[in-house]
């Protein structure tokens, strides 16, 4: 016969092991849960972004569309539109816009076309996702609809105007409509002569301090904070189209919140 006090001992191990199935049973179960949300794949929203994160950058491609680009400037164009297809610039989750603006640009202001770069399927798990699924996905819904785009990009004639500083007023919208954490990117393809009845490159020094004093000035501003900048220069006017104007819109792009990274003359 046992003492009390031996079978007191015994009934307080049997609960202490209860309590110990218990959590062990709670632990493998919140574990079990924990490791299927965390696996599975964060599935595509309408524009290819991740439904649960958003998109994790925002890269913007602006062809200025106010003058015909030679051979060698569309050759140039459309290897960048192949490089932007194979992740060089809008990487996997992050969200493409492209915009093509002329001397009309109220007329579209919207990109024609919008998605997130989905992956190649390359870095999906053969074990909670199907990387030949998210393959063909990111072929047919964003490699191939950029692609067919390259044709849009070249204009038969020149414009009469180019206004640039309403074309990134335009972008910069788009940037503040999704205002991602992640990088914001622009990539512009323009000859950066800014041409419109009430202010032209053509005829004003590119002088942004000048451009400063200007009573309308307030009119020409654009937010582009934390935005970096990739100019493609397309080289029509060279004698104007000097270090005086890359400076310009360097300032200008400072300005702004943004910074001018690079800056790549397209001859022809």
Same mark, same amino acid.
């Given at each position: 016969?046992?003492?009390?006090?031996?079978?007191?001992?015994?009934?307080?191990?049997?609960? #202490?092991?209860?309590?110990?199935?218990?959590?062990?049973?709670?632990?493998? @179960?919140?574990?079990?849960?924990? #490791?299927?949300?965390?696996?599975?794949?964060?599935?595509?929203?309408?524009? $290819?972004? &991740?439904?649960?994160?958003?998109?994790?950058?925002?890269?913007?491609?602006?062809?200025?569309?106010?003058?015909?680009?030679? @051979?060698? !400037?569309?050759?140039?164009? /459309?290897?960048?539109?192949?490089?932007?297809?194979?992740?060089?610039?809008?990487? +996997?989750?992050?969200?493409?816009?492209?915009?093509?603006?002329?001397?009309?640009?109220?007329?579209?202001?919207?990109?024609?076309?919008?998605?997130?770069?989905?992956?190649?399927?390359?870095?999906?798990?053969? *074990? =909670?996702? /199907?990387?030949? $699924? #998210?393959?063909?996905?990111? +072929?047919?819904?964003?490699?191939?609809?950029?692609?067919?785009?390259?044709?849009?990009?070249?204009?038969? !004639?020149?414009?009469? #105007?180019? &206004?640039?500083?309403?074309?990134?007023?335009?972008?910069?919208?788009?940037?503040?409509?999704?205002?991602?954490?992640?990088?914001?990117?622009?990539?512009?393809?323009?000859?950066?002569?800014?041409? =419109?009845?009430?202010?032209?490159?053509?005829?004003?020094?590119?002088?942004?301090?000048?451009? !400063?004093?200007?009573?309308?000035?307030?009119? *020409?501003?654009?937010?582009?904070?934390?935005?970096?900048?990739?100019?493609?220069? $397309?080289?029509?006017?060279?004698?104007?189209?000097?270090?005086?104007?890359?400076?310009?819109?360097?300032?200008? @792009?400072?300005?702004?919140?943004?910074?001018?990274?690079?800056?790549?003359?397209?001859?022809?």
């Amino acid at each position: 016969m046992r003492s009390p006090i031996a079978e007191q001992g015994r009934r307080t191990r049997q609960k #202490w092991v209860l309590a110990l199935l218990i959590t062990a049973v709670t632990l493998g @179960f919140v574990g079990m849960v924990a #490791w299927k949300t965390l696996s599975q794949p964060d599935a595509p929203d309408s524009l $290819l972004c &991740p439904a649960r994160t958003g998109p994790k950058g925002h890269v913007i491609l602006l062809v200025d569309r106010t003058d015909p680009l030679s @051979f060698t !400037q569309s050759r140039a164009v /459309n290897q960048l539109v192949e490089d932007i297809a194979k992740g060089r610039y809008a990487r +996997e989750g992050e969200l493409l816009s492209v915009f093509v603006l002329g001397e009309d640009f109220r007329s579209t202001p919207d990109p024609i076309f919008e998605r997130c770069n989905p992956g190649d399927g390359s870095s999906r798990s053969k *074990l =909670t996702e /199907n990387p030949e $699924l #998210w393959k063909q996905k990111h +072929e047919a819904e964003f490699v191939k609809p950029l692609m067919a785009l390259e044709p849009q990009m070249r204009a038969t !004639q020149a414009g009469q #105007w180019s &206004p640039i500083f309403e074309m990134l007023q335009v972008v910069s919208l788009r940037f503040a409509k999704y205002d991602v954490r992640g990088r914001k990117y622009l990539i512009l393809v323009s000859d950066m002569l800014h041409n =419109t009845p009430a202010y032209s490159l053509y005829k004003e020094p590119p002088e942004f301090a000048v451009l !400063q004093t200007r009573p309308d000035f307030a009119k *020409l501003r654009s937010k582009l904070e934390a935005v970096d900048v990739e100019l493609l220069l $397309l080289m029509h006017t060279p004698q104007l189209q000097t270090r005086r104007l890359s400076r310009f819109w360097e300032d200008y @792009f400072r300005d702004m919140g943004g910074r001018l990274q690079r800056i790549d003359p397209l001859p022809g």
